[in-house]
T-cell receptor, first 111, second 116 residues
Framework: RKEVEQDPGPFNVPEGATVAFNCTYS??????FFWYRQDCRKEPKLLMS???SGNEDGRFTAQLNRASQYISLLIRDSKLSDSATYLC????????????FGTGTRLKVLA | EPEVTQTPSHQVTQMGQEVILRCVPI?????FYWYRQILGQKVEFLVS????????KSEIFDDQFSVERPDGSNFTLKIRSTKLEDSAMYFC??????????????FGNGTRLTVT
């Protein structure tokens, strides 16, 4: 089983739609969770950290489910500028301090 | 906002040559990483570095690769005898310290390495 798994997409959605991505992780010792956004041939940029109680930043909501070992990202009222690849990142603190990346989910918001 | 800086932004080299990729992490950060992303593929961990030594490395990081922090500010990745399959984006990243569990990685803007 992959350490961090995401549906690669692409998700093609119309402007204004709500879209949700899931990410599963295999290491139950994982402690920290993040969503990054990556535009083509650019560096990953932090979108938001994911906290145990869930958190929201404007149109973006992140949730963590430790029992089922998955995190989710919900984007409301999609904009054309949201088109990008969304990377799920997990950090374990059990003997390793690597940040492990999922393959990313590609989103295309259509006019 | 402080930034991680990488140079060069694009490096073209011939197969078999050595390249050095440079990074200046955020000044009060203590833990550094190199990641690689082959075009169309996932971001892969190469190596982490703390207190002037390698903390952890992946299977990709074999004897062809080395890292050092020669002057207390630059953090370099050296690739000896480059191969075609080394062509990728190389990202440097840093975090303040290990105890900040929720600290995200701060990335540089990457070096695109093209081996011909």
């Amino acid at each position: 089983r992959k350490e961090v798994e995401q549906d690669p997409g692409p998700f093609n959605v119309p402007e204004g739609a709500t879209v949700a991505f899931n990410c599963t992780y295999s290491n139950s010792a994982s402690q920290s969770f993040f969503w990054y956004r990556q535009d083509c041939r650019k560096e990953p940029k932090l979108l938001m950290s994911v906290y145990s109680s869930g958190n929201e930043d404007g149109r973006f909501t992140a949730q963590l489910n430790r029992a089922s070992q998955y995190i989710s990202l919900l984007i409301r009222d999609s904009k054309l500028s949201d088109s990008a690849t969304y990377l799920c990142v997990v950090r374990s603190t059990s003997g390793t301090y690597k940040y492990i990346f999922g393959t990313g989910t590609r989103l295309k918001v259509l006019a | 906002e402080p930034e991680v800086t990488q140079t060069p932004s694009h490096q073209v080299t011939q197969m078999g040559q050595e390249v050095i990729l440079r990074c200046v992490p955020i000044s009060n950060h203590l833990y550094f990483y190199w990641y690689r992303q082959i075009l169309g593929q996932k971001v892969e961990f190469l190596v982490s570095f703390y207190n002037n030594e390698i903390s952890e490395k992946s299977e990709i990081f074999d004897d062809q690769f080395s890292v050092e922090r020669p002057d207390g500010s630059n953090f370099t990745l050296k690739i000896r005898s480059t191969k075609l399959e080394d062509s990728a984006m190389y990202f440097c990243a840093s975090i303040p310290n290990l105890s900040s569990y929720n600290s995200p990685l701060h990335f540089g803007n990457g070096t695109r390495l093209t081996v011909t």
